[in-house]
């Protein structure tokens, strides 16, 4: 079981994302650059946080034409499994393989622990949570109020595509709770076909006790659970 | 030719802006109570090469759909496109 973790320029959580895996769970992880051919085999693409190409544009506008970006849409399509954390999830959705976009949030960057409550633990991603669970993790972005239009909701919600959702402490949907103005208080959503996540909050920094939370380890053990059976 | 096209890309109508808000507050502040609104977009200038006019334009608004702009979230219009 091999984790593929992009580094862009400007990335800055794709050495938090090896050592989760690495350190924390065992698994190998192969470090993969921009301008890289070849994912080496990993069963599993991180696209990590960060500020790839410093936002330029829009974030992850320009990461998205990064050489090593078709090997992961032909991964993707494949059927291969694709997480994009925060960055990784802006730019998913630049690049096509998520819908929506990831806009400005309501009250500029925000930097905090939050609560998210797995919405369904059938997928690749969510397998060794409780539907339902709320787990805690650290958000850092400055654009990650996902909008989509009505119809693309819609379909999001009536296809079971949203994974995770901004709650308070206690599992409930408030407006306080939804730290940037998401739509439908959304932090995650998968592709129709399951295979790729996009998730603002930040779970390769939730996985030790000395970082407040240990939620964010689950969501690697499902890929590696699923990914080997 | 060369050509120079202007294009403005703003925050869809309709769609909170942040930003804009956060400016608009800051004039307020300063004693501009008259500001009602503040948007904030992008303008760019790019220079290309183009057989005419029209075609600096359609390769213009091609940059736009397919780069420039999100079409989730933002319009763009070309201001307007000039021989250098």
């Known amino acids: ?64 034409f990064s050489p090593i970006m078709r090997e992961v849409i032909a991964h993707a399509d494949r059927g291969g499994p694709v997480l994009g954390i925060c960055n990784g999830f802006q730019i998913a959705c630049e690049a096509g393989l998520l819908p929506g976009a990831l806009r ?62 901004y709650v308070d402490a206690t599992g409930t949907r408030t407006s306080r709770a939804n730290p940037n103005g998401a739509a439908n208080d959304i932090a995650g959503i998968r592709n129709a076909r399951g295979n790729v996540l996009g998730i603002m909050p930040h779970p390769e920094r939730a996985v030790d006790d000395l970082l407040g939370s240990t939620d964010g380890l689950a969501l690697f053990e499902s890929l590696m659970a699923q990914v080997a059976a | 030719m060369t050509f120079r096209v202007h294009i403005h890309i703003v925050p869809r109508k309709g769609l909170l802006d942040p930003q804009g808000q956060a ?13 009602r609104d503040v948007r904030i977009g992008r303008h760019l200038v790019v220079e290309t090469a183009a057989s005419s006019q029209a075609d600096a334009e359609k390769d ?15 319009d763009f219009e070309l201001e307007r496109v000039e021989a250098t």
């Open chain 2, 23 to 35: 400016v608009a507050n800051a004039l307020h502040t300063l004693g501009f109570g008259g500001v």
């Open chain 2, 60 to 74: 213009a608004r091609a940059m736009c759909e397919k780069l420039l702009a999100n079409p989730v979230t933002e």
């Open chain 1, 104 to 165: 400005r949030n309501n009250e500029l960057y925000v930097g905090a622990p939050v609560y998210v409550r797995v919405e369904r633990n059938d997928t690749l991603f969510t397998s060794r949570y409780a539907a339902g669970q709320v787990l805690r993790m650290p958000i850092s972005h400055g654009e990650g109020r996902f909008t989509a239009d009505a119809e693309t909701l819609e379909r999001l919600e009536s296809d079971g595509q949203v994974v995770f959702r």
């Open chain 1, 1 to 64: 079981m091999k984790f593929g973790v992009i580094t862009f320029p400007g990335s800055n959580s794709d050495e938090d994302t090896v050592h989760a895996v690495t350190d924390y769970l065992g698994a190998t992880a192969v470090r993969l650059w921009h301008k890289d051919h070849d994912l080496q085999d990993a069963d599993v693409i991180v696209l990590p946080g960060g500020f790839a190409h410093g936002d330029a544009l829009r974030a992850g506008a320009i990461a998205r």
